[in-house]
């Protein structure tokens, strides 16, 4: 099914099932612990072996030599691979650094060698007795040491842009405002470490791992191995957590195969948790500037946004600065996202990249704004809206670097409008239902005890990404529906809302409904990232149905046009028939996918909300304590506002992480991320997370799909760290403009406690 006009009146419109709060289908399972996860697949494949992966101990050089034969004659060792005897290895096309180094080495804990053996504690004591030699080379590990060598990685493109005369409009600007900002680096911290089984079959390989993205990784996994991926299956059913850090094919996977070949058995392995942030990927850090210039009844004549970021060669930036473009008017405009190399471990996707960190500074530009004009920052922010996106540069229809549509040639269209965009109205609706009239403007007066109290607002946008999606749908002889694509459900509550759809389209109860997910061998989906999943893969079920309707109607003898689909029939005029009987013995069987015009292109397709928190401060040790939080967001049609809640709540959740303790910390001498483990890197936990509101705003958006439905997850984070920043500065008078926000940046700035 292609979708090139504006959805009109359909089957979803009905909202019998789509629209309500369904409890979680897979909720039972995991409050059970009885969910399949990729570790504990006992089940699936019988003598399984362990493997126990070996990170490099040094950041940059090569491998002397390396020395097994202890190793080797440990008990229960079965095999050993290292890239010396893995044979020729390819890289994914998502993969910046090779999955198994050596003799050269890339980043710090880059995988150097598995170890397989009988159980879990033989392979790990063997892995300790592997002695390497390494020849270390120097590295760059300090951003901001390197941030002048930093340029767009595609100059006049996706990663700059430029409208009108910035310089000269700054410089006459009335009021103006210059800042510098940073963001730190932030591991994604998932409860599943990445996990595989891998088993061969002959030359055939089945790998049941924990990944988002499962036609990706398949492809991925293919050519890493130099095998067709005609004979790679990938089976991810549940997924504990992923954020991004799984998005990609990673050591994992690729060892697990390995082991199990030089094995000839099944091989399972995780990462230790210590690999983790090292091994895999992470939040790049940013450095930010950000002038505004506008005049002194608040309207902005000129924004600049520039972020620096770092990664490994051939890595990509934190698009940091690309949101700056479409939320706020102003005539003349420049954003850069500006990239330098460094030889720490690969940064790539974590949840919400580059608005996540950009508007972590932007809002604070905007509130510290506000205040030189004297205006209230919702009121600003308010009156600097725009209905049409007011950078136009050429540049693809997605610059997301989770999204595969970046490599699309460009296409320029002259500042389309938004398909949808009530910033205004969750402003004012937020500001209502917060009681944001209560704040105090002028900084540290309010207090509540030893606590200094203080208000913060933020504006939240992410863009929607259309993708193309797939599913087939089976109807048997008992009216049992079957949705089945290789769509992934990573907490999400993908199961749910795609038994929704169904049961929906089809006129199915929901108890008829089965869902199966995370398979290759089922049609590829878009998968679980980039805020897309959700609104592509019900739109791909969507799509499978009309054809399951047609074949249906067809049995009956009826017009597909004219049927009507509910409670288990279809009827047309006086004609009736049971879905059951209309299957027959045989069954139905449709399959179909949802693929895109150029309504992306002809419209801005995003979604928008705001963010109102309040924080204490305690006046003598300038910790900060999370009040009350309310996010308002207008995000198309909420499919199923539980769900959607829940991801909204755990995106502020990570927000608050972002704001006040997340932090990988540098060791710039030796070139790694010291504190990774959950005990040194720390996140937000219950105690730390107060009240949590969530607004949506009835819409629908017939631009995005025929679900007429956007993305909401990646729209909670976004934001969420600025609106703090800016409640502690109100409460305090204090502004940190380098995140996290930890009482050391507070207490020598604070007034003194009285």
Known sequence: MKFDTPATTNPIDQLKVIGKPIDRIDGPLKTTGTAPYAHDRHDVVANQAHGYIIGSAIPKGRIVSMDLSAARASPGVVAIVTAQNAGKLGKGDYNTARLLGGPRIEHYHQAIAVVVAETFEQARAAAHLVRVQYARENGSFDLDAVK????????????????????????????????????AYESHSMMEPHASIAAWDGDRLTIWTSNQMIAWTVSDLAKTLGMPKEKVRVISPYIGGGFGAKLFLRADAVLAALGAKAARRPVRLTLQRALIPNNTTHRAATIQRIRIGATRDGKITAIAHEAWSGNLPDGKPESASTQT?????????????????????????????????????????????????????????????????????????????????????????????????????????????????????????????????GMGVASAFRDNLLTKSAARVRLDRRGILTVETDMTDIGTGSYTILAQTASEMMGVPLARVRVRLGDSSFPASCGSGGQWGCNNSSAGVYAACMKLREAVAQKAGVDPAQAVFADGLVRA????????????????????????????????????????????????????????????????????????????????????????????????????????????????????????EVIFLDETDPISSPMKAKGVAELGICGVAAAISNAVYNATGVRVRDYPITLDKLISKMPLAV
Not at 157 to 180: C, I, L, M, W, Y
Not at 574 to 591: F, K, N, Y
Request: hydrophobic share 40%.
């Open 148 to 183: 002048d060598k930093g340029k767009p990685l595609n100059e006049g493109g996706a990663d700059e842009s430029k409208v009108g005369n910035f310089t000269g409009a700054f410089a006459a600007a009335p009021v103006r405002h210059d800042g510098h900002y940073t963001t």
């Open 325 to 453: 473009r479409s939320l706020y008017a102003g005539e003349h405009r420049m954003t850069a996202n500006l990239l330098t190399v460094l030889d720490l471990p690969e940064a790539n996707a974590m949840r919400a990249p580059g608005e996540a960190s950009g508007m972590a500074a932007l809002e604070i530009a905007m509130d510290e704004t506000a205040e030189k004009l004297g205006m209230d920052p919702v009121r600003f922010r308010i009156l600097n809206d725009t209905q049409v996106v007011p950078d136009n540069p050429e540049k693809p229809a997605s610059s997301d670097p989770q999204s595969k549509k970046s490599e699309k040639k460009p296409m320029h269209i002259a500042h389309p409008p938004f398909s949808k965009r009530q910033l205004v109205q969750c402003f004012e609706i937020g500001a209502q239902r917060f009681g944001w009239n209560r704040r105090n403007p002028q900084p540290g007066t309010v207090r509540d005890g030893r606590w200094r109290v």
């Open 573 to 692: 005029g006086s004609r009736v028939l049971s879905l059951a009987d209309a299957a027959g013995d045989r069954g139905l069987v449709a399959e179909d996918f949802i693929e895109y015009g150029d309504l992306d292109k002809r419209f801005q397709q995003s979604t928008f909300g705001a963010h109102f928190v309040e924080v204490g401060v305690d006046a003598a040790t300038g910790e900060v304590r999370m009040r009350r939080m309310l996010a308002v967001c207008a995000a198309g049609r909420i499919l199923n506002p539980k769900t959607a809640r829940s991801q909204v709540i755990g995106a502020m959740t990570m927000g608050v992480g972002s704001a006040l303790m997340e932090e990988l910390a540098v060791d710039k001498r030796l070139g790694f991320f010291v504190n990774h483990d959950l005990g040194t890197y720390e996140v937000p936990v219950h105690a730390d997370i107060p009240y949590q």
